[in-house]
């Protein structure tokens, strides 16, 4: 039995739908990333996850039981879960306090409090700052201190919304670091929003893509990155060359698609006549100064138009009759002299390219 | 008691070195400034009784509306309902009433043809509580108010996040607000110690009994008698400047 579950769950702001029909299934000790453009509804999802708002409708249950009955003492069930917000809030008083203030609401007894507070400020690291005014921290220790805080009363469920957002990339590594051991020592139930799919990727067993108030795709982290569902999710998780054209011919699965009358050849199901469009990842593409000799079933000339240095790499753009973007290494590039407006043949095998529906 | 000896060692001193000044009036002017000097170092126990019975009767109206207004600026602050603006818009107006207008409600209310006459307050420290209460308890409200809205909205969410109860996260709410909130009660303070006109009207300026700073200066002064009046408007001169310490001190955190 799924640890949450959602069923049909819509939300209206003013008249304006946040989430669509959202279905979820979240098991127990299951790490999940909500991956999804800003403004797409993620922190909606986790603040009625949460119980923190109700749905305009569905049905949301916990652990079994339909939470989104008003029968049902959802405080209890609150308190078995903790939420980490965007932007967290620290109360006015020092470390330690603001750290044990969920244990106090708790009724625990003193010395519990004390225990897991101090186990809580040993997770993130923070034990030497539990005497200071949690005000005066840093973005990244407040982030920090909230994740301590969240977790002191052992909850069952944690969401974290973009737990990394607006942070500098040490703050970043050190939470990164913070979530990687909570996973490893703890059996807690992760729901994680992010907008950074490499997140997303590292962390979760299993990914939602929500955009636009909808779910668009669940899955492992492969499957997504992949084989993105549609144009959208490809566009989203980073597959940048998506080419819009039609199934002309069909040799058992591998078919031939029109673009721009260019033809590429690629495997898939759907039949001739089929509009579709051809992802190709920018890094499963390769250049060259002569026509190879390969096994790929892909070869097209064109001239460069582009180069951006990226860190070690380079992301070059040719029009070969239609814009393709390639990612090569910066010795590669430097290995191959290649300068705008020079032929280049890109080379890229059938199987490299993923065809959805258009 | 070395403060006391040091006191009149200045008196004296001061008492010597108005040679040099001519003219009567300037004259009787540093007079009186000598002489309310010394009532103060002396301890005077008139001036003593006065400043004592002024704190108490300010102190208590301060306690009672803060106890009142609490609760109440809470409940108006969490609670949604049709008119909230408006009537927060009614209690910042009173703000400002003029303190003879109280002085006039509650004689009315309280003297012996008026609705509570039957207890016999008028002219008591009693009737200037209750006077400062009502006087003082706009200001302490809409402060509160005030002060609950100046604590970030997603507060009370962070804390119902981590397990409060609603009760247990207004609680929280409150307490973030506590700096703001003890200003506010300050500002009460400072407006119930130095307003003259409800004081005079319902107290009655009776000599050991509802005689205030404030009364007891407007009284002194008719009488010509500047020195006691110079010494208490000193020290209410002394406990706004603390008042205002104390605001200052609160608004920083």
């Known amino acids: 039995m799924a640890l949450i579950e959602t069923v049909n769950i819509f939300q209206n702001y003013d008249g304006r739908e946040v989430l669509k029909n959202v279905n979820l299934k979240i098991d127990r000790a299951e790490i999940f990333a909500l991956i999804g453009p800003t403004g797409a509804g993620k922190t909606t999802l986790i603040r009625i996850l949460d119980l923190l708002e109700a749905p305009y409708s569905g049905r949301l249950f916990f652990d079994g039981v339909d939470v989104t009955n008003p029968g049902v003492d959802q405080l209890e069930v609150r308190r078995r879960m903790s939420y980490v917000q965007q932007r967290p809030l620290v109360f006015t008083m020092n470390v330690y306090d603001n750290i044990a203030c969920g244990l106090r609401w708790r009724h625990m007894k003193s010395a519990t409090i004390k225990r897991k507070t101090e186990e809580a400020l040993e997770l993130v690291g923070m034990t030497s700052y539990k005497d200071r005014n949690a005000r005066t921290l840093s973005g990244g220790e407040t982030q920090r201190v909230a994740i301590a805080r969240a977790l002191a009363a052992g909850p069952e469920v944690l969401f974290l919304d973009e737990p990394t957002a607006n942070l500098d990339p040490v703050s970043t590594s050190k939470i990164e670091e913070v979530l990687t051991r909570i996973i490893r020592e703890q059996k807690t139930t992760i729901v994680m929003a992010t907008h950074d799919m490499s997140q997303g990727q590292r962390f979760a067993g299993r990914i939602g893509v929500l955009m636009n108030g909808e779910v668009l795709q669940i899955g492992s982290p492969g499957d997504i990155f992949s084989s993105p569902g549609n144009r959208e999710v490809a566009e989203f998780v980073g597959v940048d060359n998506i080419l819009s054209g039609v199934i002309v011919d069909k040799d058992n699965s591998l078919v031939s698609i029109d673009v721009n009358g260019r033809f590429i050849q690629a495997i898939s199901d759907y039949g001739v006549g089929e509009k579709v469009n051809a992802l190709i990842r920018p890094e499963e593409i390769t250049l060259s100064l002569s026509q190879d000799i390969s096994s790929a079933r892909n070869t097209f000339n064109g001239r460069i138009t582009r180069i951006f240095p990226l860190g070690p790499l380079v992301r070059i753009e040719v029009a070969c009759g239609f814009p393709l973007l390639v990612v090569i290494t910066k010795r590669s590039a430097e290995d191959l002299n290649l300068t705008i407006g020079k032929e280049v043949y890109a080379t890229f095998k059938a199987t490299a390219i993923h065809i959805i529906r258009s | ?253």
């Not at chain 2, 106890?67 to 408006?86: A, N």
């Open chain 2, 1 to 253: 008691m070395l403060t006391v000896l040091l006191g009149r060692s200045l008196v004296a001193f001061l008492a010597t070195s108005q040679i040099g000044i001519e003219g009567g009036d300037l004259n009787e002017f540093v007079q009186g400034f000598v002489k309310a000097f010394q009532l103060i170092i002396t301890l005077d126990p008139q001036v003593v009784d006065i400043t004592w019975r002024t704190l108490a009767i300010a102190l208590s109206s301060c306690i009672i509306s803060t106890v009142l207004c609490l609760p109440l600026g809470s409940l108006i602050h969490f609670r949604r309902f049709p008119g909230k603006r408006i009537l927060i818009n009614i209690v910042q107006t009173f703000y400002s009433i003029p303190t003879v207008v109280v002085g006039l409600l509650v004689f009315i209310l309280f003297s012996r043809i008026g609705p509570f006459g039957v207890f016999n307050l008028m002219f008591t420290p009693t009737i200037m509580v209750i006077g400062q209460v009502i006087l003082v308890s706009p200001i302490v409200l809409g402060l509160v108010i005030s002060a609950l809205s100046g604590v970030d909205k997603g507060l009370f969410e962070t804390a119902s996040s981590l397990g409060a109860s609603r009760v247990q996260a207004v609680f929280q709410v409150i307490r973030e607000a506590r700096y703001a909130i003890l200003s506010a009660v300050t500002m009460g303070f400072g407006r119930a110690i130095s307003e003259v006109g409800l004081a005079l009207m319902v107290g009655g300026n009776i000599r050991g009994f509802t005689r205030v700073i404030t009364t007891a200066i407007s009284l002194e002064t008719s009488k010509g008698d500047v020195e006691l009046s110079i010494a208490l408007g000193a020290i209410l001169i002394f406990m706004a400047l603390l008042v205002n310490i104390v605001l200052n001190r609160l608004q920083q955190k």
